[in-house]
Each structure stands twice: as structure tokens, then as C-alpha cells.
């Protein structure tokens, strides 16, 4: 992306829209356009690159921007493009969400997926593309973000205004390399916190919440791994979740949490048997201090996961799992 500034000004009404169509295709994303109202059309776009940062400020009368399947096809831009009303209104809408935008609000749109910016009046806009690979791995649930009003949803979003507004307006009299760099690493690690913090704001979906869910019952678990009388009633009352959901969020491992339990402290033994700084410990003593209060139990528990008895396991006979 080049410097560039583009105005309909000078142009004939019937070639305005056409024109403006074609700049910010060239320059920013490849976008269809309808108009809002009977009214004439004025737009002015200026658009400055600082070190993979592509700022820009738009101002235009009221119309609507599509990123369509047509579009992507045409030009498979894999960028994020920030929008943050400096005047008028926006309404962002990408993956089923709407984002009402009024001065100094922002949103995310992701242009490898079609997305609708609209506005029924004048605005100005301060943007800002970003590679979207600079994001990834980076950014938890990248695709949740689209289409969310940063104000919304953390303290961040307007020191990101403010940093954008002046930045747009004063990008075109940076003429210092390092100066560049510097400004826009800051501003970079400045937008990728915000995006972090809106991630870290949303609640989580379902395939997340049971993640969350089973990473706390493993967690207390292994707590609690120790103690005789641990068992899947202490634990659900603990968490405050059912018996039963807690076994169907381990069912997919092919185990319930009983099993689970036996499981954690057959291991935990199998480890400290094998630990030469424990040596000197019975084998007795290391089932007690992992919950188990029945030693034959235990043995016989131990010789079905891992093949021999413990004493056998200890000396480094054959085993298996």
C-alpha cells in the first residue's frame, strides 16, 4: 500500500460513486457499495503505510460497504480492518453479530469473511489494517472478535482512539525510518492488548466451557488425589457441578470420574515407585499417601493397569498400560 489521497470533489456526481468504488478497493478491501438516501455523494479517502500498518481516514456520506463472497473471490485480502468513528454513526455487522458505533467506538471486521459496514449519515472514520497472520496464534479466538464494540468491553479502546486519531493525522509528515518503526511497533502491541482484552471479556461457548469445566474437575482431582476419602460426590458438591455432567464431560476420554480418580492415584504411585530418591519408602506407605486405605485393593488394581505387582514395578520388571 502506497500513500494516497482521493477525493470526489472534482468529479462529475454520476462518476462519484463508481470512483470511489474503484480507491477503496485499490487501497483498503475490496468492498460493494449502495447508496443511503437521494442525496450527493461525497467521500475523500487519505491513506498513509508505516511499517505494515496501513492508516487511514475516511470521510463519506451515508452509504453501505459489503465485503461479499464476490469480493473475497476477487481479492483475498487476509487482513483486520479497525474502524473507529471520529464522526456520525456505523453499524458493523459480521458472523451474525451487530456493532452500533457512535464517536469514538470501534470494531473489528476480518476480511477473509464477508462483513456489512453501514451508515444513514455522514461520517468520518479512522482506520487501520492489519496483516491478520500477525495476529494469529496470538489472539484467543481470533474469529469471536468481528463485529464487537471495543468500548464495550474494556479500558483500552479509547487510549486506541485517541493514539489513532492523532496518528492518521500526523503519519504523512513522518519522514524518519526508525521514528516509523518505532510509532508503529508501539501502536501494534497497543491494538493487539486491546484485542486480547475484549477476547479475555467474552464469555466463553460451550465447546470452551466444557474445557474450562473438565480442566477444573482434572485440577481437583489431583488436588485432592491424596486424601482416602476423595471420591465423585465430594468432588461435584466442590465444584458445584452434577456427577453426572462431570462423567459425561469424561466420556469422551473414554472414562468416567471414579475411574478417573483410580486412575490419577495408580499413577501417582507408579511414578513414586520408580523414584530413586523414595527409595527407601514401602510400597505400602506410597498407596496410603495416594488415598488408598485397602492394600490389597490396591495391589490388585495396580497389577490389572500395569501388568505385574508393585514390587515387581519397583524392581523394573516387564510392565504395560
Known amino acids: 500500500m502506497r500513500p494516497c489521497f482521493a477525493s470526489t470533489a472534482s468529479l462529475p456526481p454520476r462518476e462519484r460513486f463508481d470512483y470511489w468504488h474503484d480507491v477503496v478497493s485499490r487501497n483498503l478491501v475490496d ?6 438516501g437521494d442525496g450527493q ?35 483475498d485480502h487476509s487482513m483486520l480492518v479497525f474502524n473507529f468513528v471520529a464522526s456520525g454513526s456505523l453499524i458493523a455487522e459480521q458472523d451474525g453479530r451487530l456493532a452500533y458505533l457512535k464517536v469514538g ?11 456489512k459496514l453501514q451508515s444513514n449519515e455522514a461520517f468520518e472514520l479512522a482506520s487501520v489494517r492489519l496483516p491478520r497472520e500477525q495476529c494469529l496464534g496470538r489472539i484467543p ?4 472478535l468481528s463485529a464487537c464494540n471495543f468500548s464495550e468491553r474494556g479500558e483500552l479502546a479509547p487510549m486506541v482512539f485517541g493514539y489513532l486519531s492523532h496518528l492518521v493525522e500526523r503519519a504523512p509528515n513522518l519522514t524518519s ?4 518503526l518505532k510509532i508503529s511497533q508501539n501502536f501494534k502491541d497497543l491494538l493487539l492488548a ?7 471479556s467474552l464469555p466463553p461457548t460451550l465447546t470452551e466451557y466444557r474445557s474450562l469445566a473438565l480442566m477444573r474437575v482434572k485440577e481437583t482431582v489431583e488436588r485432592n488425589v491424596h486424601d482416602p476419602d476423595l471420591t465423585p460426590a465430594t468432588i461435584a458438591t466442590e465444584l458445584k457441578l452434577s456427577a453426572r455432567y462431570i462423567n459425561q464431560l469424561l466420556e ?3 472414562t468416567s470420574l471414579s475411574r478417573y480418580i483410580w486412575s490419577r492415584r495408580l499413577d501417582r504411585c507408579a511414578e513414586q515407585l520408580k523414584d530413586p530418591a523414595l527409595r527407601a519408602r514401602g510400597v505400602s ?23 505385574v505387582a508393585p514390587r515387581d514395578y519397583r524392581n523394573g520388571q516387564a510392565t504395560h498400560s
Open 31 to 36: 468492498l460493494d457499495y449502495r447508496l443511503v
Open 41 to 75: 455523494f461525497d467521500a475523500s479517502f487519505h491513506s498513509t503505510p508505516i511499517n505494515g500498518l496501513d492508516l487511514c481516514r475516511i470521510k463519506a456520506s451515508p452509504h453501505v460497504a459489503q465485503r461479499s463472497a464476490e469480493g473475497i473471490s476477487r481479492a
Open 105 to 115: 467506538d470501534g470494531a473489528l471486521c476480518d476480511a477473509t469473511r464477508p462483513y
Open 141 to 144: 479466538h481470533l474469529h469471536r
Open 177 to 180: 525510518p526508525a521514528a516509523g
Open 194 to 200: 486491546m484485542l486480547a482484552e475484549l477476547a479475555e
Open 252 to 254: 469422551a476420554e473414554g
Open 285 to 307: 506407605q506410597i498407596a496410603m499417601d495416594n488415598g488408598f486405605n485397602d492394600l490389597s485393593h490396591f495391589s490388585k488394581a495396580f497389577r490389572i493397569k500395569f501388568g
